[in-house]
C-alpha cells in the first residue's frame, strides 16, 4: 500500500490520513498562521526589535526553536490525533483581538504583544483542534516566552538577582584568596570597580535558562514531579550559571585586558546555556543515583 495519499493536490501521510486529516488541514495551518501574523505585523516586528536590541529580551529569539524542538521529540503523537474544527478557536482569536486592541488603546504593552501570541494560538487552534493543543500543550506553552517582560516585572527582579549574584562573586572571589570589595552592586577588585549590571545582568540569562530548563523538562521522559522540580529549580540554576561566568568575568575586569574581558564576556553567555543543560543532567544523575524514579515514558511514541 503507498505510504502517500493524494488528497486535492496534497500528499499526505497515510497515518495522518486514517485520522481525518486531508490537504486542506496542511495547507490552512500555515495559511492562518500567515495571514495572523500579517495582520498584527507592527507587533510581531516591535517583538523582533525588542529581541534584537535588548539582551534582556534576546529569549524571544529561542523560544520558537524551542516549540520546533518539543513538537519533534513529540511527533509520534500526532498518530493518535484527530483534527476537530470546533467553535472555540475563533473566540480565541477574537479574544487575542481584543486583547490587543485594548492593550494599544490604553498603553499596557503587555496586553499588546500578548494579544497577538493569543490570536496566533487561536488560529492554529482552528485548524489542529483541542486533540493536537492537548498532545502539544508544552510546545504552545513557549508561546508565553515571546511576550517581552514588562518593566513593572522585569526591573524589581534585575535589581535582586544583581544583589544575590554580587554578593555570591565577591565570597567566591575571596575563598579563592582574591580581595574584593563590594558596595551593593558594585564590586571592587584590584582597584577596578565593577558594577554587576554593567559587568553581566543576571536578566540577560535568567529567562533564557529558564526556557532551556522549560525545553530539558518537556524534551525529556520525566515524571510529572520531577519536571514540575526542574522548573521550580530554574531561577536557582540561573542564578548559579550567572555566579559561575561572573567569576572570572570579574577577575578579567582586575586583571585582565579589555579586549580579552570583552570577548569573555560575548562568548561565556553562549557557553552558559550549555551549563546550565549539564547541571540539569547533574540533577537527574543525582535523583537516579538517590533511587528517585524520573523516567516514565517515550515523549516520540506515546
Known amino acids: 500500500m503507498p505510504a502517500l495519499l493524494l488528497n486535492k493536490n496534497m500528499t499526505v501521510p497515510r497515518f495522518l490520513y486514517r485520522n481525518g486529516w486531508r490537504g486542506w488541514h496542511l ?4 495559511l492562518l498562521a500567515i495571514l495572523c501574523v500579517v495582520a498584527t505585523f507592527d507587533i510581531w516586528a516591535e517583538i523582533a526589535r525588542i529581541a534584537w536590541m535588548d539582551e534582556e529580551h534576546s529569549h524571544i529569539f529561542l523560544a520558537p526553536l524551542v516549540a520546533a524542538w518539543l513538537v519533534w521529540v513529540r511527533r509520534g503523537r500526532i498518530q493518535q490525533c484527530r483534527p476537530r474544527l470546533m467553535w472555540i478557536g475563533p473566540i480565541i482569536v477574537m479574544a487575542g483581538w481584543a486583547l490587543l486592541t485594548y492593550g494599544y488603546q490604553f498603553g499596557i504593552a503587555t496586553f499588546w504583544y500578548g494579544g497577538a501570541v493569543v490570536a496566533l494560538f487561536g488560529c492554529v487552534w482552528s485548524v ?3 486533540e493536537v493543543v492537548a498532545k502539544f500543550a508544552p510546545a504552545f506553552g513557549v508561546l508565553v516566552f515571546m511576550i517581552p517582560i514588562p518593566a513593572i516585572v522585569r526591573q524589581p527582579l534585575a535589581m535582586e538577582l544583581q544583589r544575590a549574584t554580587a554578593q555570591a562573586t565577591q565570597m567566591f572571589l575571596e575563598i579563592g584568596g582574591i580581595t574584593v570589595e563590594r558596595s551593593v552592586n558594585l564590586l571592587t577588585i584590584n582597584g577596578t570597580e565593577v558594577a554587576i549590571a554593567e559587568a553581566c545582568n543576571g536578566m540577560r540569562m535568567v529567562f533564557a535558562l529558564i526556557l532551556v530548563s522549560y525545553a530539558f523538562a518537556f524534551g525529556s521522559p520525566l515524571r510529572g514531579p520531577v519536571r514540575v522540580l ?9 542564578l548559579v550559571c550567572n555566579v559561575i561566568r561572573l567569576i572570572p568575568l570579574v577577575w578579567l575586569h582586575g586583571y585582565g585586558t579589555p579586549a580579552t574581558t570583552e570577548k569573555f564576556h560575548e562568548i561565556s553567555a553562549y557557553v552558559m546555556v550549555l551549563v546550565a543543560y549539564l547541571l540539569l543532567l547533574g540533577v537527574l544523575r543525582l535523583m537516579n543515583w538517590a533511587m528517585v524514579p524520573v523516567k516514565y515514558f517515550n515523549l516520540a511514541t506515546d
Open 230 to 238: 526542574i522548573l521550580l529549580l530554574s531561577p536557582l540554576s540561573a
Open 27 to 30: 495547507m490552512a495551518l500555515p
Open 128 to 130: 489542529v483542534g483541542v
